[in-house]
């Protein structure tokens, strides 16, 4: 009868002669129930059977089999003894009157709550497992299990599905079995799907049990009706009500184990699988043990909340890992979406990412991009997740204010923002609106009251500091948002295209003039004044060389030179470099500068070296090297070529400036195998390889600029105002110049200062400056004072500032 | 809303502010907010050798209307872990309740806290779990830090 099931261990005859065995006693339905209490007898009866029981339990051959195995055995055991003890029942009520019956019942229920014990409990729960493991794993493989199922309950399980479906709101395509079995198969897992894991081997023995069964139709259906038989004996026997604890503890194994398999897969949609799967196994218990279907399904609803605890428990744990592979994992913020709103534990969801995020990405070990790229992520991803922005605000938070922290964010983000390929990219293309400094932040601006969409702010939103702007700003203006002022990105990106500038040597700015116009999109006009003159500069510059070219072709000048003339003032600050030019070089710059101030009188060109550089053709002996140089070490190299073997002092004293300066522009040859060092402080170049000593170093070496392509930059000194308005240490120069008491008065005011920034934290200027204004009495400061003021204390390591926001050291 | 700000408690709370701001203590640090001048934010540090040491707490620090004849109400704004500190941040400190007197000020009230910091009473505590283990202060130590990792350091 079993000879399929994964349940054979105890044969029929097993049973069989143990039922004799029971038999074979005295029949107490004669003599003895005259005697006793009826009570007692059954009772004494019971107690009994419980030692045959237990000496059953104990037998060798089923304390060798696996647990769910003997509980079948065990079961149709029970069953038989349970014959046996309906006929002891029934011999009593005849002696004893109707209501002997109902003694007999109460014995039957006591005896197997004696019975039941952990063990048995044990052995069931295995059994339960095992066997739902089974149903779905042939319900997955082979569609006409569900009609098999549907034959062995007698309620019918697809009318009772359907009406769960239906009750749900879940849309079934169709209403015949294979559409029921359809739903429960998702397409790419049919490769590993299984309930069980390998690692344990009788767990992998159990699974090709599983697939043998699977393999045919004909053992389903036998398996099938043999689980159902499992259940029934179950009711009959009345264990139902005494076990449905170890009955629901089963569910929720295969609740567990399912939801477990469903871990890290992040780019398909798990929840309706499952619950599909899960409702199935459910109402077929439901329609098994809890009789028809009228009655009330305790299975379904409980192995439902099971499901959405433990999905949502996974995912949320998984949230870290599903933020960085978004967009690859848009399928798992949809089902987190519809658990969490299920469960209403959006704020558990916002405070448990919210502590993932500040364990695995707010240390100093995360590269502050890699900190941007995750909260550009997770600003998208918890907008799905939910459109309110709540729990966007409680996770932002501490990144924010970490990020504020880093100094090389403002520059990350410039970075980010202008590389054409990133998503930010976008985002400043998309002309969605001048980005407004914050100052306002903390006024809520009245919702639209015409937008049909509008839905009160959830719960979760109390005590979370929610304005209207950002609840809607796009990535770009929440990043700007960090920051108190956006002149710190308008800053930051004039120094990024003063860099670009700079380092482009053909006049060449297409993409850069492209990237300020998208940024006067975002950022307004007016704010990216300096940048348009730069853009101005470089397009004058290029008109300017292509004259000096001319000019130099009719005079038959060699003019490899090419300059880039900015207007000091509105560039970032430029560094100076002294030292004494080689005349070849002199030559070129003084013949340069003629023709340009004979274009434009009253101006004089001012060359800044630290920027040029310089395409150098390097003949020695043996090779030709081609390097590009910076004009200093150009310089260097051309003194070099009239003395081949010098000191260090000597190079020093020819270009007019310290050993220091000239040892690393020295060292830069070196490192090319240009020049190598004799003795300390000694060199001379390096005419062949692998020579070494003085024999070749007679010859004089040849190195020629072969073209010299310097980029100067020179300021207007008619324009009257020659400070450098990007080096805070003139402006304060400036100050104490014009009054040293007034520096020492503010000296007092850094007590406030510090006062201020330990209880209030990192501050831009202007917070400073009102706070001083409102409880310093007698205060007038002008912002310009404290501003140097503050680059004062700076210089004396009292005070930091990073992204415009000035901290305590 | 705070009812007018009397001129003379203003004038008090404002020299209080310059003598705090010129004392320029260490560990010990308060300014009024940028909106009132009767609500202030104060930070503290734990005194070096007590088991606060290197833990620093914010603190809010509201004046009455009737300042200095009332002592102001001082709670911790960063979750403290200490006998005398309940979980929301109130304080148990005789001189913050029937032992005020006038002639104390923000810097005599930032210096007991400081010193109650190290020197707790857990004879009548707010925390009692604290309380109990201040006797043995390794074993304090180690659950004073673990609150504060797990709960100051947001």
């Not at chain 1, 990024?496 to 006009?525: N, P, W």
């Not at chain 1, 000096?548 to 300059?563: C, F, G, I, R, Y």
């Not at chain 2, 914010?58 to 009737?66: I, Q, V, W």
Request: proline fraction near 4%; charged fraction near 25%.
């Amino acid at each position: 009868m079993y000879a399929c099931s994964p349940f054979n261990t105890l044969s029929e005859d097993d049973i069989q002669r143990i039922v004799q065995q029971i038999k074979a006693r005295p029949n107490p339905a004669g003599a003895p129930w005259a005697g006793l209490s009826v009570e007692k007898a059954i009772d004494s009866l019971a107690t009994e059977y419980r030692g045959e029981l237990q000496q059953l339990c104990t037998a060798k051959r089923i304390g060798d089999s696996a647990a769910s195995d003997v509980f079948h055995g065990f079961l149709q055991f029970l069953q038989s003894l349970n014959g046996v003890f309906c006929s002891y029942s029934e011999g009593a009520s005849r002696i004893c009157g109707a209501e002997q019956r109902i003694i007999g019942d109460m014995a039957w229920n006591a005896l197997i709550y004696q019975v039941l014990d952990t063990r048995v409990l044990a052995w069931m729960e295995e059994w339960l497992y095992v066997s739902l493991s089974c149903v779905l794993h042939c319900v997955v493989r082979q569609p006409s299990t569900i009609a098999h199922l549907n034959s062995a309950v007698d309620s019918g399980i697809v009318a009772r599905l359907q009406q769960v479906h239906r009750d749900t709101g879940a849309v079934v395509v169709g209403f015949g079995n294979s559409a029921i079995a359809q739903s429960l198969v998702s397409e790419n897992d049919t490769e590993s799907d299984d309930t069980l894991d390998d690692s344990d081997p009788a767990q992998s023995e159990r699974r090709k049990l599983f697939a043998r069964i699977a393999s045919d139709p004909r053992q389903i259906g036998m398996f099938v009706n043999d689980f159902a038989s499992g259940c029934r004996l179950l009711v009959t026997l009345r264990i139902v009500a005494y076990a449905s604890r170890t009955l629901s503890n089963a569910v929720d194994r295969l609740v567990d184990a399912n939801v477990q398999k469903q871990a890290n897969r992040w780019d398909t949609p798990c929840l309706d699988l499952l619950l599909t799967r899960v409702r199935l196994v459910a109402t077929t218990l439901d329609a098994l043990l809890c009789g028809p279907a009228t009655a009330q399904p305790f299975f379904l609803g409980h192995a439902e909340a099971r499901l959405y605890a433990k999905f949502s428990e996974l995912r949320v744990s998984e949230l870290f890992g599903i933020i960085i592979d978004y967009p690859d994992s848009r399928q798992a913020i949809a089902d987190l979406r519809a658990c969490v709103v299920k469960l209403r534990t959006m704020r558990q969801m916002a405070h448990s990412l919210r502590n993932a995020i500040q364990q695995r990405l707010l240390h100093p070990g995360a590269t502050t991009s890699d900190i941007l790229t995750q909260y550009i992520s997770a600003i998208r991803c918890l907008r799905l997740l939910d459109p309110s922005s709540t729990v966007l605000e409680i996770v932002a938070r501490p990144i924010r204010s970490y990020l504020r922290s880093r100094e090389d964010t403002v520059s990350c983000i410039v970075q980010d923002m202008v590389s054409e390929e990133s998503e930010l990219f976008e985002d400043l293309a998309s002309g969605h609106g001048v980005i407004m400094d914050n100052g306002a932040e903390g006024v809520v601006y009245d919702e639209d009251y015409a937008d049909k969409s509008w839905e009160p702010l959830p719960i979760e939103a109390k005590n979370v500091y929610l304005t209207a702007q950002r609840r809607d700003a796009d990535v770009l203006s929440l990043l700007v948002s960090i920051y108190e002022t956006k002149d710190v990105f308008v800053q930051e990106f004039e120094r990024h295209l003063a860099q670009r500038l700079l380092a482009c040597t053909d006049y060449s700015a297409e993409r850069e003039i492209r990237q300020v116009e998208m940024m006067k999109l975002r950022f307004g006009d007016r704010t990216l004044e300096k940048c348009e003159v730069m853009l101005k500069d470089v397009a004058d510059s290029k008109r300017t060389d292509q004259h000096v070219s001319e000019t130099s072709q009719e005079k038959h000048w060699d003019m490899p030179l090419h300059a880039l003339i900015v207007s000091r003032q509105f560039w970032s600050s430029m560094p100076k470099e002294q030292f004494a030019v080689p005349h070849e070089m002199a030559d070129m710059r003084n013949k340069y500068a003629g023709t340009y101030e004979s274009l434009k009188p009253a101006r004089k060109l001012e060359w800044r070296d630290a920027l040029g550089s310089v395409t150098l053709r390097i003949e020695l002996a043996d090779r030709t090297v081609s390097v590009s140089a910076k004009p200093a070490q150009a310089a260097v190299l051309f003194a070099f070529q009239e003395t081949p073997v010098t000191t260090l002092a000597e190079l020093a004293q020819k270009m007019e400036c310290s050993e220091e300066f000239v040892l690393s522009r020295v060292r830069f040859w070196q490192t090319r195998g240009v020049v190598r060092e004799t003795d300390a402080n000694a060199f001379e170049v390096v005419e062949a390889e692998g020579s070494s000593g003085n024999d070749v170093a007679s010859r004089a070496s040849r190195p020629a600029a072969g073209l010299g392509n310097a980029v100067a930059s020179g300021a207007g000194s008619d324009q009257g105002e020659d400070y450098d308005d990007d080096d805070e240490g003139d402006a304060s120069g400036g100050a104490a110049g014009a009054s040293n008491a007034r520096t020492e008065a503010l000296r007092v005011h850094f007590n406030f200062v510090e006062g201020i920034l330990r209880n209030f934290g990192p501050l831009p200027l202007d917070r400073i400056l009102s706070m001083l204004g409102m409880f310093m009495p007698g205060e007038n400061t002008t912002a310009e004072e404290l501003r140097s003021f503050l680059a004062l204390m700076a210089r004396e390591d009292k005070l930091e500032m990073a992204g415009g926001l000035y901290k305590l050291k | 809303m705070s009812a007018p700000l009397d001129a003379a408690v203003a004038k008090r709370l404002q020299s209080e502010l310059m003598s705090l701001m010129m004392a320029n203590l260490k560990g010990i640090s308060a300014f009024p907010q940028s909106d009132n001048m009767l609500n202030w934010v104060g930070t503290l540090d734990g005194a070096p050798g007590t088991v606060y040491e290197g833990l620093t707490y914010k603190l809010a620090l509201s004046f009455p209307s009737n300042y200095p004849f009332t002592a102001p109400t001082i709670t911790f704004v960063t979750p403290c872990w200490h006998p005398n500190v309940d979980d929301r941040g109130n304080i148990c400190l005789d001189i913050l309740k029937e032992q005020w007197s006038a002639v104390y000020n923000v810097q005599t009230i930032l210096l007991s806290l400081q010193t109650l910091l190290g020197d707790a009473n857990p004879q009548s505590p707010l925390n009692g779990a604290a309380a109990q283990l201040w006797d043995n202060q390794a074993e304090y130590k180690r659950v004073l830090l673990k609150h504060y990792k797990e709960h100051a350091q947001q």
